[in-house]
């Protein structure tokens, strides 16, 4: 969907902020630009629509070079979200949003209608659509920036450090609205952040950047987590690179094993861990209750009398990063697994999940290396080809 081709830029002043950039961003996938302070990410989203132009080189989008097009048109048709929403004060948050459906003469009537369609989209309260911007919070305005960024329902979306300037937890709430949303459109995103794990967990394919706009490595981020081309790369990943691939591969694949009824009659049901003495208790509904000690049993207890050491269940959508999380805090060392609606559907053991996690390594280790040799390169190309990852729901 966008291409560089050989793209150079250099301001007047003589600095040189991307350097023979060549990068394909493919159709509804979310490209993420990673890397230090002032190694030209902003520059390279800002050439997509635009409002840099390049020095030399081509940039296409659906195709077209860029600069063949009208750039007011161009950046109409590309939707562009800034970190702090940089919405207009003056006007009310239906307005913003409808900003370019009204410059695109769609009529007050027709862009309100989308500006609060929209609201829901994002998952923000009819009623804030009335309200000015500075009476939201900050997450609250990056919703509506987003809303303002898909109001003309544009193919490609420009996102500039959108959720730089929120706390940790907006953050991810607005990075899981990212994601839901994303599901359900398949926009073609370019997002840039300073931030490796929001790369990791937003990104279908990663480019690390080294400053002086050299790009060093672009892959999907399995395949940068087990394979970094160069000590910049494995710098900028982070010493806890083999947790952050975990948190990409799903439990889904790991065996497990199933609950039974421990007795008929009783309206609890137990499934084995750790060579026995452990029991996970469920109610009637099969809800898991906690790790039952049956070594602390008294001789006359029952289940339903003794007390529980709390579970905390997983379904098949988490990541083994969590499943190995909980693993520690078990007293059997095994994993909970629940459904869709919480009924516990067996359990997993440590052993299972470390073995599932060294397969995950290699796997992504493996495709990194096809990719390297089709490339025709003996060290990792900066751009690939390879088939996305696995990646959670
Ligand atoms: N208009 C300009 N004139 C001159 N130099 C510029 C201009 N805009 C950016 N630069 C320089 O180009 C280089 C790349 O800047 P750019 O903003 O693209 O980096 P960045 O990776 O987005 O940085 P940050 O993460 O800090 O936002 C920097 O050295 C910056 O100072």
């Known amino acids: 969907m966008i291409q560089f081709e050989a793209v150079h830029k250099r301001f007047p002043n003589g600095t040189t902020a991307v350097h023979d950039l060549t990068l394909e961003m493919p ?55 800034i970190q702090q929403a940089g919405l207009f004060p003056h006007r009310t948050v239906l307005d913003n949003i409808a900003t370019v459906p009204l410059l695109l003469g769609w009529g007050r009537r027709k862009a309100r209608a989308r500006a609060a369609e929209l609201l829901e989209t994002v998952g923000l309260a009819a009623d804030t659509g009335k309200r000015f911007p500075h009476q939201l919070s900050g997450g609250q305005q990056q919703r509506v920036g987003v809303a303002r960024a898909l109001a003309a329902d544009p193919p490609v979306l420009l996102m500039d450090e959108p959720f730089g300037a929120v706390d940790p937890v907006v953050r991810t709430q607005l990075q899981d609205e990212l994601l839901r949303l994303q ?31 050299h790009l060093v ?27 952050k691939l975990l948190s990409l591969t799903p439990l889904k694949e790991v065996p497990q094993t199933r609950a039974t009824p421990l007795r008929a009659d009783e309206p609890v049901s137990a499934v084995s861990g750790d060579g026995g003495r452990w029991q996970l208790v469920t109610s009637a509904a099969g809800r ?8 602390a049993l008294p001789a006359t207890g029952t289940a339903g009398e003794a007390p529980l050491t ?19 805090g078990s007293p059997s060392g095994c994993v909970v ?24 390594h290699a796997a992504a280790g493996a495709g990194a290396a096809r990719t390297a040799g089709t490339a025709g390169s003996d060290s990792p190309a900066p751009t690939t080809t390879a088939t996305p990852a696995e990646h959670p729901a």
């Open 288 to 295: 898991p209750l906690g790790w039952l000690d049956t070594d």
């Open 27 to 81: 159709e509804g996938g979310v490209t993420v630009l990673v890397g230090s302070s002032g190694c030209g990410k902003t520059t390279t989203l800002r050439m997509v629509n635009r409002m840099v132009e390049p020095t030399s080189g081509t940039i296409r989008v659906g195709g077209k070079d860029v600069l063949a097009q009208d750039a007011a048109e161009l950046r109409r048709s590309i939707g562009y979200v």
């Open 310 to 328: 709390p579970a905390r269940a997983l379904r098949d959508t988490d990541s083994l990063l969590s499943a190995l999380n909980e693993t520690i």
């Open 183 to 213: 599901k359900e459109l398949s926009k073609t995103i370019v997002f840039v952040t300073h931030d490796i794990d929001e790369a990791v967990r937003l990104g279908d394919r990663i480019a690390i950047f080294r400053t002086g706009g």
């Open 217 to 243: 490595q672009c892959a999907p981020p399995a395949e940068l987590l087990a394979s970094p081309a160069d000590d910049f790369v494995t710098d900028f990943l982070g010493s806890e690179r083999e947790l």
């Open 337 to 360: 697994r629940v459904d869709a609606d919480g009924a516990v559907t067996g359990v997993t053991a440590r052993e299972e999940i470390h073995a599932r996690a060294t397969a995950a």
